[in-house]
């Protein structure tokens, strides 16, 4: 069974934005950059489940993981069943955000799909903004 662990250290500027209650099961950044265009990037009905899909994968990234993660795992960090969660990464997978290998006990989820159109948005908004 799948349990939610507590962290030690929070770092001082974290603690800043966010109160330690809501903080002590971890946290994961966001981009200022996909908050700037998050609205045009998540769309429809399933727009909060997508973007609680991306969140969890984002959170499980680290530098020299030793194994990828279950979709089990990841759907619970997203707070969903996985049936669910499967579908919203397949839509994602549709949309060019995600790429996934692996089976679903180990599975590798690229995000360079939704990376690459975040910075096609605020460059166009940005752009918009100097004309």
């Not at 030793?66 to 089990?72: D, G, I």
């Not at 549709?94 to 975040?118: H, K």
Request: aromatic share 8%; charged share 30%; hydrophobic share 40%.
């Amino acid at each position: 069974m799948l349990e939610r662990k507590k962290i030690d250290y929070i770092p001082a500027v974290i603690q800043a934005k966010w109160s330690e209650q809501v903080l002590d099961e971890g946290f994961t950044p966001v981009p200022k950059r996909l908050i700037r265009c998050m609205h045009r990037v998540f769309t429809g009905q399933d727009a909060i489940d997508d973007l609680r899909v991306v969140l969890a994968v984002i959170d499980y990234r680290r530098p020299n993981l030793s194994r990828p993660p279950s979709v089990e795992f990841l759907a619970f960090i997203a707070g969903m069943d996985v049936e669910k969660f499967k579908e919203r990464v397949g839509d994602l997978q549709e949309r060019g955000f995600f790429t996934c290998t692996g089976p679903d006990e180990a599975v590798s989820i690229g995000i360079d799909g939704l990376l690459q159109r975040v910075v096609e948005l605020t460059d166009e908004d940005d752009q918009l903004a100097e004309a």
